[in-house]
């Protein structure tokens, strides 16, 4: 009895199902299996486009260059060697010695950062000891050998203007107001390149 209902079941649900033919049982198979390739291409395709990008960052990383310590102390040496050095002890010496043959001579010096270590002609300006009003003049020298004074008499008001390798700018105070005379070294001679104010132009006794 029982088996008789499920048979009659059997039926009919047979008759509900629409009829299909072989060909077309093996067509949707055909479809279903290319649906399903489709899609995993679908996914293999996306894959593909993702994981150029990360061996592209990957790379990217990997050629940054790294600052190593050997750089920075390179770096550092050569910020180093950039800043101006100061006088050699040769140097220290014979500004030393010229000093002294200012002194030698009677008189003291006015100002040191005159003496340009660099130059072949070197000059420092000088006024009597102990006489504030006893007027200066300047005193030249080829590295540490004493060449002479600007003048044989002395001025009120003396000062260097500028200096060169081989040449030296003196500022004169006069009553007609400020000249400048340019001093060359010539071989191992010193010669004025401009007239020098006279004497009574550029110092005149005053009382102390």
Same mark, same amino acid.
């Given at each position: 009895?029982?088996?008789? +209902?499920?048979?009659?079941?059997?039926?009919?649900?047979?008759?509900?199902?629409?009829?299909?033919?072989?060909?077309?049982?093996?067509?949707?198979?055909?479809?279903?299996?290319?649906?399903?390739?489709?899609?995993?291409?679908?996914?293999? +395709?996306? $894959?593909?486009?993702?994981?150029?990008?990360?061996?592209?960052?990957? +790379?990217?990383? *990997?050629?940054?260059?790294?600052?190593?310590?050997?750089?920075?102390? $390179?770096?550092?040496?050569? @910020? &180093?060697?950039?800043?101006?050095?100061?006088?050699?002890?040769?140097?220290?010496?014979?500004?030393?010695?010229?000093?002294?043959?200012?002194?030698?001579?009677?008189?003291?010096?006015?100002?040191?950062?005159?003496?340009?270590? &660099? @130059?072949?002609?070197?000059?420092?300006?000088?006024?009597?000891?102990?006489? *504030?009003?006893?007027?200066?003049? @300047?005193?030249?020298?080829?590295?540490?050998?004493?060449?002479? &004074? /600007?003048?044989?008499?002395?001025?009120?008001?003396?000062?260097? @203007?500028?200096?060169?390798?081989?040449?030296?700018?003196?500022?004169?105070?006069?009553? +007609?107001?400020?000249?400048?005379?340019?001093?060359?070294? /010539?071989?191992?001679?010193?010669?004025?390149? /401009?007239?020098?104010?006279? *004497?009574? /132009?550029?110092?005149?006794?005053? *009382?102390?």
């Amino acid at each position: 009895m029982e088996s008789t +209902a499920r048979r009659v079941k059997h039926e009919r649900d047979r008759q509900r199902l629409p009829y299909r033919s072989g060909l077309e049982r093996w067509t949707l198979r055909f479809v279903f299996v290319l649906a399903t390739a489709a899609f995993l291409g679908v996914g293999i +395709a996306s $894959a593909l486009m993702i994981l150029p990008d990360s061996k592209e960052k990957g +790379a990217a990383v *990997a050629i940054t260059p790294v600052p190593t310590t050997a750089h920075k102390t $390179a770096k550092h040496e050569k @910020a &180093k060697s950039s800043k101006p050095k100061g006088p050699t002890k040769a140097q220290r010496a014979q500004r030393t010695a010229a000093v002294a043959e200012v002194r030698r001579q009677g008189f003291t010096v006015l100002k040191l950062s005159d003496y340009n270590y &660099k @130059a072949n002609l070197r000059v420092l300006v000088g006024r009597p000891v102990g006489d *504030a009003a006893g007027g200066s003049y @300047a005193f030249f020298f080829l590295k540490d050998r004493f060449l002479g &004074k /600007d003048s044989t008499t002395p001025s009120n008001k003396l000062s260097v @203007a500028k200096t060169g390798k081989s040449q030296v700018t003196l500022t004169y105070e006069t009553s +007609a107001g400020r000249t400048k005379v340019r001093f060359k070294l /010539d071989g191992e001679t010193l010669q004025p390149l /401009d007239t020098i104010p006279p *004497a009574g /132009d550029r110092f005149v006794k005053r *009382a102390t």
